[in-house]
């Protein structure tokens, strides 16, 4: 008995739920066809009407004819993405998951290259992982943005540092999507001596063809950890480095919004910091559209923090509290403590940049931060009344760190609240102002690097 995709939730008052579907329920097909995935099923359903088959939980069958009118059914299925995942065929000589030590929970070593993700997800994935029929689908669907992840449009180079005969090869497909007007956005994983310089410069010459609809590309340093043995080797991106990269890529901004009105190429924050320069002004950044790649995050945050403030009025409130954070962001959240201090004079907050001893120093960003560093390097600091922590710390929708040490623990170890904050300026500054339970409700913002 062929097995369908079961159903998980039914939302109340939906289609579904009126026609007495219910969790356990397993969808069989849509107008004869059984779906391959999410993209596969909601294609289908949206017709005036469908013909659907269900089987019950008893093994019955319900063969249904549905008058939904281009609406959705209201079902919600176990498996999100109602097909497995695509694990990633590559062997890039700067894989991050490479670099991770043995021992971590299971999922910290998956490698997705799943295209679907770069729809749901906004995950960047390479290409080589997908046949004509995938692309065919994308157009057909009329699915965007895709995100790629290219590195490099030398077809040689691309094999090289991607470990994969097919890579350069893979590249077409972005003729195609090109041709069929699908938008893109894509991202280079600089690696010195490899990518970078003239090898660089081709890559964003060849890319810039592509506009308008390839949208954005991200340029971000390799990240390096002390977990390399046996690995391709790799250097590190010094300053010089960083600020031959940002003269390279400033120079291209500066040409393509002349000739397509788009700065289009974006070095990341980090290679601003590393480099001793001061960001870009927010309207190099054309609305902020490679923030996932820590492109623009540090100016964005403080536009907010400045806007934040601009709107409350200052009071004689007093409490004590910290805050933590990577070596990356240190400088800038100090700067936007002190504008808090100036409206808010008797909040006195501590400000502890962690080092990252797990991975190694050479990793900066706030995200990569286990809780045993942060618990080591906290201890017996002041701490006040809480301690805040950046939600890029912990993984997605739970209170867990990288390595399995969970909020409790740290605030156990710590003998402080530990509060989470969702990184936009607004919710920093409620955040340090006010207790969780007293302040404003706080939203989903993007992750702090």
Known sequence: M?????????????????????????????????????????????????????????????????????????????????????????????????????????????????????????????????????????????????????????????????????????LKNMDRLFEAGTPMNGQIVMCKNINDKAELERTIRDLSRYIPCMESVSVVPVGLSRFREGLYPLEPITREDARETIDIVERWQEKLYKSHGTHFIHASDEFYILAGRPLPETERYDGFVQLENGVGMIRLMTDEVEEALARLEGDQEEEELSVATGLLAYDYLNGFLEKIREKFPRRRVYLYPVVNRFFGEQITVAGLITGRDLIEQLRGKPLGSRLLLPSCMFRSGEEVFLDDVTRQEVKTALQVPVNIVKSSGQDFVNAVLYPPEEGPVFYEGYELP
Not at 36 to 44: A, H, K, N, P, S
Not at 45 to 61: F, M, T, Y
Not at 149 to 167: D, E, I, Q, W, Y
Request: hydrophobic letters at 35%; a negative charge.
């Open 2 to 170: 062929k097995k369908g995709h079961v159903i998980k939730s039914v939302d109340p008052g939906s289609i579904g739920d009126e026609l007495g579907l219910e969790p356990g329920d397993q969808l069989l097909a849509i107008d004869g066809r059984r779906p391959e995935d999410i993209f596969d099923y909601e294609y289908y359903i949206q017709n005036e009407s469908v013909e659907v088959l269900i089987r019950k939980a008893d093994g019955e069958e319900w063969e249904l004819d549905i008058e939904n009118d281009y609406e959705d059914l209201g079902l919600t299925f176990e498996n999100g993405l109602m097909s497995e995942y695509r694990s990633c065929r590559n062997r890039c000589i700067f894989c991050f998951i490479d670099q991770m030590p043995k021992g971590m929970r299971d999922t910290l070593y998956f490698k997705d290259d799943d295209s679907r993700l770069s729809f749901l997800q906004g995950n960047y994935i390479t290409l080589t992982n997908m046949s004509q029929k995938d692309i065919d689908r994308i157009i057909r669907f009329k699915l965007a943005p895709i995100n790629i992840s290219v590195h490099t449009t030398n077809p040689g180079l691309r094999c090289k540092m991607l470990n994969n005969r097919f890579a350069g090869e893979a």
